[in-house]
Structure formats: C-alpha cells, structure tokens
C-alpha cells in the first residue's frame, strides 16, 4: 500500500519513520501545514487537541535541516516542561532513522534541570532547539545558546503561552533572531491579546483553520451525573469504584481543588497521583515517571493536564467542576478514546452548570444522563425533559382556550362547563403529543 506522505517528497528517513509511527495518512492540519513549511512561508495553525499538529511541524522542520551546518536552524516553543519533553521524544523517533554520516542533533532545555551543566554542554551547537520560553531564553541571555542565524521559531500552544505569561519571553527570543525569521504558532483559540505579537513578527500569514467537525471522538461518551446537593467528592469515589478503570483523570479547575479532592481519595484507599502547577520540578518529573509506569490508577489534575500533558492509556475522564473556559472540556475528554480506543467522561453537575451544558450541546455534545444508585450507574431521563414537558402543557393550554370560548349569554355553571371541555381537550392533545 502507498503511504500518502510520500507525496511531500520526505527524505527516506522521514519516510522510514512515518512508517514506524505507523502514519499512512496525513490529517488534515498535517495535509495543510507540511506544504507551507517546506515553502518557507509563515503561518498559523488553528485545531483542538489530538489533531496531529507536532508532526505537521516537525516532519517538515526536519527535513529543511541542513546537517553538515553545526548550527542552531530551527526553536521550538512549548509552554510546559512535559510539552516540551514530548515534542523533544518525537523528533528523537524520527531522526534515529538518519544516515549516521548525516546525523541532525537536536536538544532540549526546560526548567528544572541543572543550567550550569547544560551550559558547559553547549560547546557544540544542537541543530534543533526544543524547550520552555524562559530557559531558551536564559541560556540566549547567558551568551551560551547562539540563535541569530536560526530562521525557523515554532510556537506550540500559543494562548496557552499567553494565559501563562511566557508570551514575553517568546517575544524576546524572536529578537535575536533573524529579520528573515519564518514563524509557525500553533493555538487550539486565537485571543485578542495575542494578536500584537503575531502581527509584530507575521506579515500576511497564511491562516489553517481545522474546523470542529466531530468536537470530540465518536467513540467517546459523555456522561451527565447531577450531584443534587450530595458530597461531590463522595460521588467521586463511588463512580470510581464503579468504572473501575484503566486510568481515570479527575479534572478540578484550581490546585487548591486538585488537593483537596487527592487527599479525599488517598484517604478512601486510593493510589491516586496530582498534576498541578505548584508541584516543583523535581516532584512534578517524579510523578510524570510513576504516571508513565502505571503506578496509579486514579489521577487528580488541573487543566495543565489537559492540554500540556500527554498520558497515555487513559480509559476514564470525570469532570469534578466544569471549566470556565468551554473549550477545555473538549481538553480534557480528548485525553481518552484516542487512536481507536474507546472512553467515557463523566461530569458530575450542579443546577448553575446548566447554561454551561446548554452551550456544550450547541457545539455538539451528546450527553447521556446517569445516576448513582444502590445497583451502580443507572440511566435516567433526560435533565430537559421537564422543561419539554412544561412546554407542552403550555401549547395545550393555549390550544384549549383558542377552541373554548366563553358564550355571549353567561348561564349558571358555565365556568365549570368551560373547564371540563378544556380539561378534554388538553387531555386529548397531551394523548396525541404522547404518540408523537
């Protein structure tokens, strides 16, 4: 069968690649992107989560490397130390495939890692720099990592980079950088505030915009579970024991909420792991390790999992709260149900979530309605059909007092007589609606 990708007219050791990965066909922001960066040509990305935009960046990136050139070509931006460490890991899997005469050297500096030594390492130039925006940027500073000749800057996850307050530390790498410089931001959203930078070093950028045709994986189901002023973190832990999972995220939309809801379970019997911003590195590269091995079952984290974490094998996500931002929930479940597999995402709501639901069914999703009973999960009626059901009544009514009309001559009883036939004739059309 012919792989797709080598229509791009990849280096064989791209291709050789593509096919280890197991890629026989590119998405769509892939079909988009690749082009227009082996073109040269500056642009921004627009998709969710699970759309395969690190290899739409980094398969052409690679192949415009230059390695008999002992220089840094080409900077890639990610707001998190994992992000990072994982775009770092799949440029790793594609160049082990290179010609050992013509090998590209890449590296990859984040926080937490001892600078000094990093320094006295960068007596020789990587070809490809992956990493977080301060510590690319400190080692810029230090005069250690030269990047004036680097034409290429990627910038992944960029409102997110923005919400962080890295953006200025992107800015300030960008500086020392070639007028000539191509960009590629990547952004699941394009806010206001991120306009100024883009335009300060995009001129006329070509827009791909992946529209949300399917918001979330066919395979996934969403679950509605209303928590009718019970303990929340009780409802927790019995949906837990109920699904049993593979590995399940508990999403909360605060650190503090995060340990609280840890410590709750941790307390109940569970293994349970925490991902937050408040972990220092040394804690959070120890439970990233224990993550990856399975050692927990259950994980408690912040949003920061969301979009800056790839963890692989989840079965289960249970919204604790829903996030402020809409968009995060298409985050968050797009943990699960990935590559083929199957998954569920539960959230457990309050009756202040339900414009939030509302607007969540707008864009697509279908929920199913649960709840916890002595038996286990058990499917109930649909939270709306009250609201259906008061709709209803109210068109009868009006049908009702449309036909019956009070008479010109009033006789004794003729209020009751009115009533009964309106009774009738409401009753008839509820009979009718029924049938509907």
Excluded: W
């Amino acid at each position: 069968m012919v792989n797709e990708f080598e229509r791009f007219k990849f280096q064989p050791f791209i291709i050789k690649s593509i096919e280890k990965l197991g890629f026989n066909k590119p998405t769509e922001i892939q079909e988009r992107m690749i082009p227009l960066v082996l073109k040269g040509e500056s642009a921004i990305g627009q998709s969710q989560t699970g759309t395969g935009k690190t290899h739409s960046y980094i398969l052409p990136i690679l192949e415009k490397i230059d390695p008999t050139q002992k220089e840094v070509q080409a900077v890639i931006c990610a707001p998190t130390r994992e992000l990072a460490t994982q775009i770092y890991h799949q440029i790793l899997k594609v160049i082990e495939n290179c010609n050992p005469e013509q090998m590209i050297t890449s590296k990859l500096f984040i926080g937490g890692t001892d600078k000094q030594r990093t320094i006295e390492k960068l007596k020789v130039q990587p070809q490809v720099v992956i990493g977080t925006p301060g510590r690319i940027k400190d080692l810029v500073t230090e005069q250690a990592l030269f990047i004036h000749k680097a034409e290429i800057l990627v910038v992944d996850e960029a409102d997110m980079m923005l919400d962080m307050g890295f953006i200025q530390d992107v800015d300030l790498i960008a500086t020392k950088m070639p007028t000539t410089l191509k960009m590629f931001v990547f952004s699941a959203t394009i806010p206001e505030k991120l306009k100024p930078f883009l335009k300060k070093y995009m001129e006329n950028p070509k827009y791909v915009h992946i529209e949300k045709r399917n918001i979330a994986a066919e395979n996934l189901q969403h679950l509605l579970l209303p928590s009718r002023h019970r303990n929340k973190m009780e409802l927790v832990y019995e949906t837990l024991l109920q699904f049993n999972p593979y590995l399940a995220i508990v999403f909360t939309n605060t650190k503090k909420m995060t340990d609280k809801v840890a410590d709750y379970l941790i307390e109940k019997g569970l293994k349970v792991g925490r991902v937050h911003g408040d972990l220092n590195p040394r804690e959070r590269k120890k439970m990233m390790k224990q993550i990856a091995d399975l050692e927990f079952q259950y994980i408690v984290a912040t949003d920061l999992a969301a979009r800056g974490i790839d963890i692989e094998g989840i079965s289960h996500i249970i919204n604790y709260e829903l996030p402020t931002d809409l968009d995060f929930y298409i985050h968050r479940v797009g943990r699960t149900a990935r590559a083929g597999t199957s998954g569920i995402a539960l959230t457990i709501y309050e009756t202040s979530d339900e414009d939030a639901l509302n607007q969540l069914e707008k864009m697509g999703i279908q929920f199913k309605n649960v709840d916890l009973k002595k038996e286990g999960l058990v499917e109930i009626e649909d939270r709306n059909r009250r609201k259906t059901r008061k709709r209803v009544e109210d068109d009868a009514e009006k049908l009702a007092k449309s036909i019956v009309r009070k008479p010109q001559k009033v006789k004794p009883g003729y209020k009751k007589k009115m009533q009964t036939e309106m009774e009738q004739i409401k009753k008839r059309q509820r009979k009718l609606n029924h049938k509907k």
